[in-house]
């Protein structure tokens, strides 16, 4: 996300406008955690992960009450349009600044999940799914000199995207996603033929979904059906941290400096998404109110090929 304020502050302030950051979300809206922020403030942060501006999560702002105080606190401070980084949730948040109030405001779709409609890729996607790609590597040394098999959780609560993703890079032989299905039995059955073909070593992937530490009994269930020891790594948070990949990098600036442009420009409540190579405008109403589907391509692919 660093990547993105940098490169929405600059693209204002090149435009002549006044940048202004909104510290901790809706959270600072409402405590009036405002600053403002000059080129020097964006030195050396393209390189962090997480945020300079922090974020949280603002209950308060469900209510009408509270985003009429946010915006009655941001024509205060002169603010008179929005860049907002964030995913389904700060989207729905936007998207009724615009619906209710006609405050100017545009998404700028960061999750690692990706699992935002309407664009091809999130920012902190390919980070996550490289960071997690590297455990996996050096997991896969561990199995293969020990004869085991190993399950890894990566994150993913109600998306598959990193695992899907992670799965195939990593050549797991098997993938377990919230929206496609498959049964330990299925995962027994590839991992007895795996080893009927001699290999001696396999690794599962698995999203996290609703319960974190799910692997546990993934691996309990494949122990009492194959007496296999299943040995279990929880990737958790490490995934949301680090210095971000080139791909995140150029992708958030593209996508900040387009979301000040498109802004200036007079575009409102919209999300800046990719298609392909290219960056497309989509509603937030859309991006909020549609599910992006998780396509089978990639595990089938990662299944036919680790066979």
Same mark, same amino acid.
């Given at each position: 996300?660093?990547?993105?304020?940098?490169?929405?502050?600059?693209?204002?302030?090149?435009?002549?406008?006044?940048?202004?950051?909104?510290?901790?979300?809706?959270?600072?809206?409402?405590?009036?955690?405002?600053?403002?922020?000059?080129?020097?403030?964006?030195?050396?942060?393209?390189?962090?992960?997480?945020?300079?501006?922090?974020?949280?999560?603002?209950?308060?702002?469900?209510?009408?009450?509270?985003?009429?105080? =946010?915006?009655?606190?941001?024509?205060?401070?002169? +603010? /008179? %349009?929005? @860049? !907002? &980084?964030? #995913?389904?949730?700060?989207?729905? *948040?936007?998207?009724?600044?615009?619906?209710?109030?006609?405050?100017?405001?545009?998404?700028?779709?960061?999750?690692?999940?990706?699992?935002?409609?309407?664009?091809?890729?999130?920012?902190?996607?390919?980070?996550?799914?490289?960071?997690?790609?590297?455990?996996?590597?050096?997991?896969?040394?561990?199995?293969?000199?020990?004869?085991?098999?190993?399950?890894?959780?990566?994150?993913?609560?109600?998306?598959?995207?990193?695992?899907?993703?992670?799965?195939?890079?990593?050549?797991?032989?098997?993938?377990?996603?919230?929206?496609?299905?498959?049964?330990?039995?299925?995962?027994?059955?590839?991992?007895?033929?795996?080893?009927?073909?001699?290999?001696?070593?396999?690794?599962?992937?698995?999203?996290?979904?609703?319960?974190?530490?799910?692997?546990?009994?993934? =691996?309990?269930?494949?122990?009492?059906?194959?007496? +296999? /020891? %299943?040995? @279990? !790594? &929880?990737? #958790?948070?490490?995934?949301?941290? *680090?210095?971000?990949?080139?791909?995140?990098?150029?992708?958030?600036?593209?996508?900040?400096?387009?979301?000040?442009?498109?802004?200036?420009?007079?575009?409102?409540?919209?999300?800046?998404?990719?298609?392909?190579?290219?960056?497309?405008?989509?509603?937030?109403?859309?991006?909020?109110?549609?599910?992006?589907?998780?396509?089978?391509?990639?595990?089938?692919?990662?299944?036919?090929?680790?066979?």
């Amino acid at each position: 996300m660093n990547a993105a304020i940098r490169a929405s502050v600059r693209m204002t302030l090149a435009r002549g406008v006044e940048a202004i950051g909104i510290y901790s979300g809706y959270i600072g809206m409402l405590d009036k955690k405002f600053q403002s922020l000059q080129l020097r403030d964006m030195a050396n942060i393209i390189q962090r992960g997480g945020t300079v501006l922090k974020t949280g999560r603002c209950a308060e702002f469900l209510r009408p009450e509270y985003r009429a105080k =946010a915006i009655s606190n941001l024509n205060d401070a002169g +603010i /008179d %349009a929005l @860049v !907002c &980084i964030g #995913g389904n949730g700060s989207f729905t *948040g936007a998207h009724l600044l615009w619906e209710e109030f006609q405050f100017p405001i545009i998404g700028v779709p960061g999750t690692i999940d990706n699992d935002i409609y309407g664009t091809d890729n999130t920012i902190g996607f390919d980070t996550a799914v490289n960071t997690a790609l590297d455990a996996i590597d050096r997991i896969r040394d561990t199995a293969a000199a020990h004869d085991r098999l190993f399950i890894v959780e990566v994150m993913g609560r109600n998306s598959g995207f990193i695992a899907s993703s992670v799965g195939l890079a990593g050549g797991a032989e098997e993938i377990f996603t919230p929206d496609i299905a498959t049964t330990v039995e299925k995962a027994v059955e590839r991992i007895k033929n795996a080893q009927k073909r001699g290999k001696t070593s396999s690794i599962i992937v698995t999203a996290e979904q609703q319960k974190p530490g799910r692997a546990y009994d993934l =691996a309990d269930a494949i122990r009492k059906k194959t007496n +296999i /020891d %299943a040995k @279990v !790594c &929880i990737l #958790g948070h490490q995934q949301r941290g *680090g210095s971000p990949s080139a791909a995140d990098r150029i992708l958030a600036s593209r996508m900040g400096a387009a979301a000040v442009e498109d802004i200036l420009n007079g575009y409102c409540d919209v999300m800046i998404g990719t298609e392909g190579a290219k960056l497309v405008r989509v509603p937030l109403q859309a991006a909020t109110q549609n599910k992006k589907e998780e396509g089978g391509d990639l595990i089938r692919l990662a299944l036919l090929l680790a066979t």
